[in-house]
Protein backbone atom coordinates (compact mmCIF):
# COMPACT_ATOMS: atom_id res chain seq x y z
CA UNK A 1 0.00 0.00 0.00
CA UNK A 2 3.14 2.26 1.00
CA UNK A 3 4.30 1.86 -2.42
CA UNK A 4 1.30 3.02 -4.19
CA UNK A 5 0.57 5.69 -2.09
CA UNK A 6 4.23 7.00 -2.98
CA UNK A 7 4.09 6.36 -6.83
CA UNK A 8 0.37 8.49 -6.82
CA UNK A 9 2.22 11.28 -5.13
CA UNK A 10 5.26 11.39 -7.45
CA UNK A 11 2.44 11.51 -10.13
CA UNK A 12 0.76 14.34 -8.63
CA UNK A 13 3.78 16.50 -7.55
CA UNK A 14 4.91 15.73 -11.52
CA UNK A 15 1.74 16.97 -12.85
CA UNK A 16 1.24 19.96 -10.79
CA UNK A 17 4.99 21.05 -11.65
CA UNK A 18 4.54 20.79 -15.17
CA UNK A 19 0.91 23.68 -14.55
CA UNK A 20 3.24 25.41 -13.03
CA UNK A 21 4.32 28.24 -15.69
CA UNK A 22 8.50 29.39 -16.20
CA UNK A 23 7.33 33.00 -14.16
CA UNK A 24 6.98 31.24 -10.96
CA UNK A 25 10.46 29.60 -11.12
CA UNK A 26 12.49 33.22 -11.23
CA UNK A 27 14.58 34.71 -8.97
CA UNK A 28 13.90 31.76 -6.56
CA UNK A 29 15.20 31.95 -3.21
CA UNK A 30 16.20 35.82 -4.14
CA UNK A 31 19.00 34.05 -6.46
CA UNK A 32 18.10 36.51 -9.50
CA UNK A 33 20.25 38.85 -10.66
CA UNK A 34 19.76 39.48 -14.37
CA UNK A 35 16.48 41.64 -15.49
CA UNK A 36 15.57 40.01 -18.65
CA UNK A 37 13.62 41.01 -21.80
CA UNK A 38 11.91 38.61 -24.06
CA UNK A 39 10.53 39.69 -27.29
CA UNK A 40 8.02 36.90 -29.36
CA UNK A 41 7.79 34.65 -25.95
CA UNK A 42 6.13 31.87 -27.12
CA UNK A 43 6.38 28.75 -25.46
CA UNK A 44 8.14 30.53 -22.73
CA UNK A 45 11.68 30.96 -21.75
CA UNK A 46 13.95 29.31 -23.88
CA UNK A 47 17.10 27.56 -23.32
CA UNK A 48 19.57 27.78 -21.52
CA UNK A 49 17.25 30.08 -19.80
CA UNK A 50 14.62 27.90 -18.94
CA UNK A 51 17.26 25.92 -16.63
CA UNK A 52 18.59 29.12 -15.13
CA UNK A 53 15.19 31.12 -14.44
CA UNK A 54 16.30 31.27 -10.83
CA UNK A 55 19.18 34.04 -11.51
CA UNK A 56 16.51 35.70 -13.70
CA UNK A 57 15.24 38.64 -11.17
CA UNK A 58 12.45 40.22 -13.40
CA UNK A 59 11.19 39.43 -16.76
CA UNK A 60 9.73 41.75 -19.20
CA UNK A 61 7.96 39.70 -21.89
CA UNK A 62 6.13 41.21 -24.92
CA UNK A 63 3.54 38.78 -27.50
CA UNK A 64 0.81 40.34 -29.14
CA UNK A 65 -1.76 37.83 -28.67
CA UNK A 66 -1.23 37.23 -24.88
CA UNK A 67 -3.66 39.43 -22.63
CA UNK A 68 -0.95 41.55 -19.98
CA UNK A 69 -0.32 39.74 -17.06
CA UNK A 70 1.90 40.99 -14.20
CA UNK A 71 3.27 39.69 -11.21
CA UNK A 72 5.51 40.40 -8.35
CA UNK A 73 8.95 39.50 -10.49
CA UNK A 74 7.28 39.33 -14.72
CA UNK A 75 5.33 41.60 -17.13
CA UNK A 76 3.96 39.88 -20.09
CA UNK A 77 3.59 43.40 -22.15
CA UNK A 78 0.57 42.56 -25.82
CA UNK A 79 2.45 45.70 -27.54
CA UNK A 80 3.92 44.63 -30.51
CA UNK A 81 7.86 46.02 -30.39
CA UNK A 82 9.31 47.85 -33.53
CA UNK A 83 11.74 50.72 -34.48
CA UNK A 84 9.15 53.52 -33.52
CA UNK A 85 5.23 54.13 -32.96
CA UNK A 86 3.24 53.55 -35.49
CA UNK A 87 0.75 51.13 -36.35
CA UNK A 88 1.29 48.27 -38.68
CA UNK A 89 -0.03 45.13 -40.07
CA UNK A 90 0.94 41.52 -38.14
CA UNK A 91 0.81 39.00 -40.68
CA UNK A 92 -0.78 35.77 -39.45
CA UNK A 93 0.25 32.46 -41.23
CA UNK A 94 -0.93 28.67 -40.89
CA UNK A 95 1.83 27.18 -39.09
CA UNK A 96 0.99 25.13 -35.96
CA UNK A 97 -0.64 27.74 -33.59
CA UNK A 98 0.91 30.90 -35.98
CA UNK A 99 4.53 29.98 -36.24
CA UNK A 100 5.80 31.98 -38.74
CA UNK A 101 3.61 34.99 -37.99
CA UNK A 102 5.55 38.17 -38.48
CA UNK A 103 5.31 42.22 -39.23
CA UNK A 104 6.99 41.27 -42.64
CA UNK A 105 5.57 39.35 -45.02
CA UNK A 106 6.40 35.96 -46.53
CA UNK A 107 8.76 36.32 -49.50
CA UNK A 108 6.63 33.79 -51.49
CA UNK A 109 8.49 34.90 -54.72
CA UNK A 110 12.28 34.09 -53.58
CA UNK A 111 11.06 30.54 -52.05
CA UNK A 112 9.29 29.94 -55.83
CA UNK A 113 11.77 31.41 -57.75
CA UNK A 114 14.24 29.23 -55.57
CA UNK A 115 13.03 26.37 -54.71
CA UNK A 116 14.74 23.51 -56.24
CA UNK A 117 17.71 24.35 -54.41
CA UNK A 118 16.13 25.41 -50.90
CA UNK A 119 14.05 22.05 -51.00
CA UNK A 120 17.63 19.83 -50.34
CA UNK A 121 18.35 22.08 -47.37
CA UNK A 122 16.95 21.73 -43.68
CA UNK A 123 14.24 18.77 -42.78
CA UNK A 124 12.34 17.71 -45.94
CA UNK A 125 8.44 17.84 -44.18
CA UNK A 126 9.46 21.32 -43.31
CA UNK A 127 10.07 21.94 -46.95
CA UNK A 128 7.55 20.44 -48.03
CA UNK A 129 5.12 22.04 -46.79
CA UNK A 130 6.61 25.57 -46.20
CA UNK A 131 3.76 26.74 -49.05
CA UNK A 132 0.81 25.38 -47.66
CA UNK A 133 1.91 26.83 -43.75
CA UNK A 134 2.73 30.18 -44.99
CA UNK A 135 -0.24 30.43 -46.31
CA UNK A 136 -1.90 34.34 -44.89
CA UNK A 137 -4.92 33.13 -42.33
CA UNK A 138 -5.52 36.73 -41.28
CA UNK A 139 -3.89 40.43 -41.38
CA UNK A 140 -4.41 42.28 -38.28
CA UNK A 141 -3.35 45.96 -37.77
CA UNK A 142 -1.17 46.54 -34.45
CA UNK A 143 -0.30 49.33 -32.39
CA UNK A 144 3.43 49.22 -32.24
CA UNK A 145 5.80 51.34 -29.88
CA UNK A 146 9.27 51.09 -29.69
CA UNK A 147 11.49 49.23 -26.70
CA UNK A 148 12.99 52.06 -25.69
CA UNK A 149 9.83 54.14 -25.24
CA UNK A 150 7.91 51.55 -23.51
CA UNK A 151 10.96 51.04 -21.07
CA UNK A 152 11.14 55.21 -20.97
CA UNK A 153 7.35 54.69 -19.62
CA UNK A 154 6.96 51.60 -17.48
CA UNK A 155 10.96 51.08 -16.28
CA UNK A 156 12.48 54.66 -16.01
CA UNK A 157 14.76 52.96 -12.83
CA UNK A 158 15.19 49.73 -14.24
CA UNK A 159 18.28 48.12 -16.12
CA UNK A 160 17.70 45.43 -18.48
CA UNK A 161 20.76 42.94 -18.98
CA UNK A 162 19.79 40.74 -21.22
CA UNK A 163 17.42 40.89 -24.65
CA UNK A 164 16.39 37.75 -26.46
CA UNK A 165 14.35 38.74 -29.75
CA UNK A 166 12.65 35.90 -31.91
CA UNK A 167 10.58 38.30 -34.32
CA UNK A 168 10.61 36.38 -37.50
CA UNK A 169 12.60 39.24 -39.38
CA UNK A 170 11.97 41.88 -38.05
CA UNK A 171 14.73 41.85 -35.60
CA UNK A 172 17.18 44.86 -36.60
CA UNK A 173 14.04 47.14 -36.67
CA UNK A 174 13.26 46.41 -33.21
CA UNK A 175 17.34 46.70 -32.30
CA UNK A 176 16.97 50.28 -34.06
CA UNK A 177 14.21 51.51 -31.32
CA UNK A 178 16.28 50.22 -28.56
CA UNK A 179 19.62 51.73 -28.99
CA UNK A 180 18.91 53.24 -25.67
CA UNK A 181 18.44 49.72 -24.19
CA UNK A 182 21.44 48.01 -25.98
CA UNK A 183 23.57 50.42 -24.04
CA UNK A 184 22.75 49.06 -20.52
CA UNK A 185 22.48 45.71 -21.98
CA UNK A 186 25.09 43.11 -21.76
CA UNK A 187 23.87 40.00 -24.34
CA UNK A 188 22.13 39.42 -26.98
CA UNK A 189 20.12 36.21 -27.97
CA UNK A 190 18.84 36.93 -31.48
CA UNK A 191 17.15 34.28 -33.86
CA UNK A 192 18.40 35.97 -37.47
CA UNK A 193 17.75 34.37 -41.08
CA UNK A 194 20.45 33.55 -43.59
CA UNK A 195 18.40 33.66 -46.59
CA UNK A 196 14.89 36.97 -47.27
CA UNK A 197 12.64 34.28 -45.94
CA UNK A 198 10.33 37.69 -45.13
CA UNK A 199 10.08 40.84 -47.75
CA UNK A 200 12.22 43.81 -46.61
CA UNK A 201 13.96 42.09 -43.82
CA UNK A 202 17.83 42.07 -42.30
CA UNK A 203 19.83 39.02 -42.85
CA UNK A 204 22.66 38.06 -40.40
CA UNK A 205 25.48 39.84 -41.90
CA UNK A 206 24.09 43.15 -41.64
CA UNK A 207 22.59 42.79 -37.72
CA UNK A 208 26.35 41.58 -36.63
CA UNK A 209 27.33 44.77 -38.81
CA UNK A 210 25.16 47.40 -37.00
CA UNK A 211 25.06 45.68 -33.28
CA UNK A 212 29.17 45.91 -34.16
CA UNK A 213 28.73 49.43 -34.25
CA UNK A 214 27.29 48.89 -30.49
CA UNK A 215 30.01 47.83 -29.04
CA UNK A 216 28.25 44.11 -29.49
CA UNK A 217 30.41 40.85 -30.80
CA UNK A 218 29.33 37.49 -32.15
CA UNK A 219 30.52 35.58 -29.50
CA UNK A 220 28.25 31.83 -30.14
CA UNK A 221 26.69 31.04 -33.49
CA UNK A 222 23.82 27.74 -33.15
CA UNK A 223 23.46 25.17 -35.78
CA UNK A 224 21.17 25.98 -38.45
CA UNK A 225 17.34 25.31 -37.75
CA UNK A 226 14.25 25.64 -39.47
CA UNK A 227 12.16 25.51 -43.24
CA UNK A 228 15.46 25.23 -45.38
CA UNK A 229 17.91 25.67 -42.39
CA UNK A 230 17.14 29.49 -42.68
CA UNK A 231 18.05 30.94 -39.16
CA UNK A 232 20.62 30.26 -36.81
CA UNK A 233 20.57 31.53 -32.81
CA UNK A 234 23.11 33.76 -32.20
CA UNK A 235 24.59 34.99 -28.94
CA UNK A 236 26.50 38.91 -28.65
CA UNK A 237 27.95 39.88 -25.47
CA UNK A 238 29.55 43.09 -25.21
CA UNK A 239 32.74 43.64 -26.39
CA UNK A 240 34.24 44.65 -22.91
CA UNK A 241 33.19 41.45 -20.81
CA UNK A 242 34.73 42.39 -17.46
CA UNK A 243 31.06 41.89 -15.91
CA UNK A 244 29.91 39.80 -13.71
CA UNK A 245 26.77 39.21 -16.19
CA UNK A 246 28.52 38.70 -18.91
CA UNK A 247 30.52 35.58 -16.80
CA UNK A 248 27.02 34.51 -15.86
CA UNK A 249 26.21 34.40 -19.43
CA UNK A 250 28.97 32.72 -20.88
CA UNK A 251 28.45 30.43 -17.75
CA UNK A 252 24.87 29.51 -19.03
CA UNK A 253 25.63 29.07 -22.54
CA UNK A 254 28.84 26.88 -22.09
CA UNK A 255 31.30 29.10 -23.51
Not at 48 to 65: D, G, I, M
Not at 171 to 196: D, Q, Y
Request: charged share 25%.
Amino acid sequence: MKHYIKKAILIFNKNITAKISNKYKLNHKDKGVINFIDIGSVGGLPEPWQSNAFRVKYLLNFEPNETIKEGLNFMTYNTAIWRKEEERPFYIYKGLKGTGSSLLEQNYEYVQENFDSLKNKGPKRLAITWFERSKLVKTLNLKCKSLDAILNEKFPSKDFHFIKIDAQGAELNILKGAETALKKCVGLHLELFSIPLYKNMALLPEVEEYLSQHDFKLVKKFPPHGTFNSQNDCLFLKKKEDDTFATLIRQFYNI
